[in-house]
Structures are given as C-alpha cells and as structure tokens.
Nanobody, 115 residues
Framework: QVQLVESGGGLVQAGGSLRVSCVGS????????MGWYRQAPGKERELVAA???????NYDDSVKGRFTISRDNARNTVSLQMNSLKPEDTAVYYC?????????WGQGTQVTVSS
C-alpha cells in the first residue's frame, strides 16, 4: 500500500525558516519524480518545487532562491527547506510522487507564516 507521510509543518514568523519532509513507502521511490505542492484557502493547488529521479530540480518563480528541494533515495525521503518565509507562503503543503501514469499524494501539512 502506497503511503506518503509529511511532517515538519507549523507556525513561523515572517523571515523565518521551516523544513518539511515526506517519507514514501509501498512504491519504488527512486523511480519517481517527487514534488511539493501547496494550496492556500480559496486557491488552486500549485506546484512549489520538484526533483526528478535524476536530481534535476525546478521551482515556482515565487520561491526561487528561498526554497530548496532535496531527496534521499536511501531513506525514501524528500524534503523542502523553506527560508525567508512570507505570509503568502501560508498553505497546506502536499507531497507528490509521479512516475508515468502513477501518481500519489500525501495528506498534507499546514505551514502558517505570521506577519
């Protein structure tokens, strides 16, 4: 059974940092592109950052230079280091795994940035 379990969300003041992590199980983690999406109230879910199985990364323009995505295939883990957080980064952050037609989602973790 496929599982993606996120951790590390919370409340932080603007300018602060948080790290969210996701552990995958039940699938061949190293094959998958791993991504972090977020959804703020009243808005659509959007891609924040992704890392391909070969390690190539891409970021939404709004987080470039502030967020860093990384993966550890030995631990089936993908992490998102978030620095210089802004109130507009407040959202539920979701871990995503995608390989061809196969796609899986975590349950989400809340990140709240206070001004």
């Amino acid at each position: 059974q496929v599982q993606l379990v996120e951790s590390g969300g919370g409340l932080v003041q603007a300018g602060g940092s948080l790290r969210v992590s996701c552990v995958g199980s039940g699938f061949i983690f190293s094959l998958y592109r791993m991504g972090w999406y977020r959804q703020a109230p009243g808005k659509e879910r959007e891609l924040v950052a992704a890392i391909a199985n070969g390690g190539r990364t891409n970021y939404d323009d709004s987080v470039k230079g502030r967020f860093t995505i990384s993966r550890d295939n030995a631990r089936n883990t993908v992490s998102l280091q978030m620095n210089s957080l802004k109130p507009e980064d407040t959202a539920v952050y979701y871990c995503n795994a995608k390989w061809g037609p196969h796609e899986h989602w975590g349950q989400g973790t809340q990140v709240t940035v206070s001004s």
